[in-house]
């Protein structure tokens, strides 16, 4: 008796055929069928009754078979984990990325990561769009937000705040604004990149959610167009902080409503369920979180 005849034994109970259990084996049936009943002379106890019709475990097939299932399933993990480890740091990792990391840490930080790794390839698309990463055969992607499908595994790279700023420029023409409410007479240009809230405002004071209704001439899906539209003075912008980091540390802009705390959303890397994620695959994880945290202080 061997684990191979287990698994036999486990494929016959699953079809209830031989037939359809030998066909998933590779076996002939009579050579399916003689394994069998060579495992049951080895146990010395009858695991199968069979009719022409139809075939059922006896009392010893219901118990052997739960063992079985286990140890089938610890096969599998035991190979599935040396084959992971055996991909080794070859191959190509299809990637989406935001556009905002993308363009201020990602590129340079894979470009890095190739260069160290020399037999590895990066295809990286920066787009927004929650995409399909199995549909589309994707390795990984990088996406901020919370995660709806819970077929992927989703692992923490750094926590992205918001902010509201705008120019001097603008503040010297359009006055000083001290509150939420002082928002509704402001040009306040919408970033339409959410799933909600692009209109609606909202922070956290003393503990208490506030939100507030805003209204303005531009509102675009881009976080950089947005910065440009500031930068030239046309309104205030509620959008990420990382994204006009260098600019506040210029004064180029301002933040605004500083008394109230603004959105915070998590960034991660989201990759398809596996129990063995490939090494090359953790290294480059391993690697984007690395610099995400280099620059943390422009989140």
Known sequence: MNATDLTLFVHVADSGSFHKAAELAGLSTPALSKRISKLEQDLG???IHRTTRRLSLTEAGESLYVHAKNIEGQVSDAIASVSAFSQGLTGTIKMSVPTISGELLL????????QKYPNISVDMRLENDFVDLVGEGLDLAIRTGKLEDSS????????SNWIVCCSPSYLEKQGEVNDLEA???HNCLA???QAQGSFDWRFTRNGIEESVRISGSF???????LRKAALAGFGIVYVPRCCVYEDLQQDKLVAILTDYQPRRLGVYAIYPF???LPEKLRLLIEH?????QNKKEYF
């Not at 992927?152 to 926590?159: C, E, G, N, S």
């Not at 509102?219 to 167009?225: D, K, L, M, S």
């Not at 984007?288 to 995400?292: N, P, R, S």
């Open 45 to 47: 106890a009858q695991l």
């Open 107 to 114: 590129a340079e930080a894979i470009a890095e990561f190739c």
């Open 152 to 159: 992927l595994i989703a692992k923490p790279l750094i926590q």
């Open 183 to 185: 928002l509704k007479v």
């Open 191 to 193: 970033y339409t990149y």
């Open 219 to 225: 509102a675009t899906n881009n976080a950089q167009a």
């Open 274 to 276: 596996t129990k063995y």
């Open 288 to 292: 984007i979180k690395q610099a995400y």
